[in-house]
């Protein structure tokens, strides 16, 4: 009796998780490109021509803007403002309330990140390492 509860127990867990993820994730295009590479933000902030027009996944502190939101690699960086340690992000033009409303609620969470990396488009006021465009998720990571 006891291992049914286990298993019941662990079944709506792993449902649950399942449901808070997809709560803090938005997925802007379903497409997977298999050439995508998962990368340390820091090798892209110390090398960003390296991974210039690359299909990137990547994982750090988000700062919510609508005309350009950042990726920050620590909550430091974040609560310093280190622009020089950050990469902008490009939200789709046809973002719905909804998804901006999932996007609030991340900000200055860790989330993962995937998109093309423009190593040439500095961002606000050029002090970016890049911007990643064309993105296609963002979601709240969980360790």
């Known amino acids: 009796m006891m291992k049914k509860n286990n298993k019941l127990v662990n079944s709506v867990f792993v449902l649950l998780m399942c449901v808070l993820n997809r709560v803090n994730a938005i997925d802007f295009n379903e497409q997977k490109n298999e050439t995508t590479i998962a990368e340390s ?5 110390e090398t ?3 991974f210039h027009e690359r ?3 990547i994982t750090g502190v988000y700062r919510f803007d609508l005309s350009l939101a950042t990726l920050y690699p620590s909550e430091e960086h974040l609560i310093e403002d280190k622009f020089q ?7 789709p033009m046809d973002i719905t309330v909804e ?8 900000d200055g969470k860790f989330v993962r990140v995937s998109g093309t990396f423009d190593a040439k488009n500095r961002g606000y006021g050029g002090f970016n ?3 990643i465009t064309h993105v296609k998720v963002i979601a709240k990571h969980f360790n």
């Open 99 to 106: 998804q901006l409303e999932i996007l609030m609620e991340l």
């Open 55 to 57: 299909e990137i996944i």
């Open 48 to 50: 960003p021509m390296r």
């Open 129 to 131: 390492k890049g911007t």
């Open 41 to 45: 933000i820091f090798k892209i902030i």
């Open 85 to 91: 340690s950050s990469v902008s992000l490009e939200l």
